[in-house]
């Protein structure tokens, strides 16, 4: 994989899930091109990919759908 270090961070190029939530409907995209950092975990996206992602989403029919929980982060133990 090729690897670009910009502002010293490495960045590795990877397929990742790509998750948004749209009026209280959550989507997942599977197999995104993203440059990820190795150290933080974040991601970086292409403008091509944006407007796929986009594309995707809004005009798209999902490959499956998945039922997933919903939990709530609370202070306590």
Do not use: H
Request: avoid cysteine.
């Amino acid at each position: 994989m090729p690897n670009e270090a910009i502002q010293n961070e490495i960045l590795i190029e990877q397929k990742v899930t790509y998750t948004l939530e749209m009026d209280g409907k959550f989507f997942l995209i599977e197999n995104v091109p993203a440059r990820v950092n190795v150290e933080t975990g974040e991601q970086y996206f292409s403008p091509k990919t944006v407007d796929r992602l986009q594309q995707v989403v809004w005009k798209g029919q999902p490959t499956r759908t998945v039922t997933l929980p919903v939990y709530e982060f609370t202070n306590s133990t």
